[in-house]
């Protein structure tokens, strides 16, 4: 029989509390896991970099409220278009992604920094590491960013991922995805996650998605097809609401 506790692969989880209740004692019901694993075992790497100690949290100091932050001056209006950051247009399917970002009673965040990264349309990221015999697409880095407007509105105009294998394990491939960064007020606060596209057949293979166990939560992470964000004649758009914090979190890589 599994419990909440148990790993997909059927080992225990080594973060469990491990104290077994007394007899007769009904154990406190285990809070839904909104949030990615720490330490995944489907997840190779995981294993290695996962922490092993309890989270210590230093006391806050003068870095926090003197650090650098980004305002409107720092991000041009074109950074949000990745398809207008070099001489021609990337080659792929063109996509509009918007949504809100916002807190926890559903209230706006405004001006606030989304930042995104993404691998092109052949599922091959700019990067030395990246060794996927797939073009590259000298007409996209893969790389935005905007601040969301007094509504708490974000909105990219890119190329649709592809899907790309990442050796994890046999026949490992990434469902398509956009990497996505909200900063907050200071380098401290900043929360990383990642946005899927509906319908992706490779949902049940990834680990890295699956890691999220709770699937409410996991469905949280997926973008709608919405014909509003959709440009007549132009492009497809998908929308996605972030919420950062509260029991309809968008599920985040930090905590
Ligand atoms: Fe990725």
Known sequence: MTTPHDRIDGRPD????????EPGVRPAPEPP???PEFD???YRSTELRSPRQPLVIPPSGATEPTGPVFGVADVHPLDADLTAQHVGEPLGERIVVGGRVLDE???????????LWQANAAGRYPHKADRHPAPLDPNFTGAGRCLTDEEGRYRFVTIKPGAYPWGNHHNAWRPAHIHFSLFGTAFTQRLVTQMYFPGD?????DPIFNSVRDERARRRMIAGFDM???????????RWDIVLGGAS???????
């Open 14 to 21: 080594r973060r469990a509390s491990g104290a077994e209740p």
């Open 33 to 35: 896991r909104r949030l």
């Open 40 to 42: 995944f075992a489907a």
């Open 105 to 115: 009673s559903g209230r706006p965040l405004r001006g606030q920094l989304v930042e």
């Open 201 to 205: 057949p490779l949902f049940a293979y």
């Open 228 to 238: 509003d964000t959709t440009v007549s004649e132009w492009a497809l758009g998908y």
């Open 249 to 255: 979190a968008t599920p985040t890589e930090d905590r």
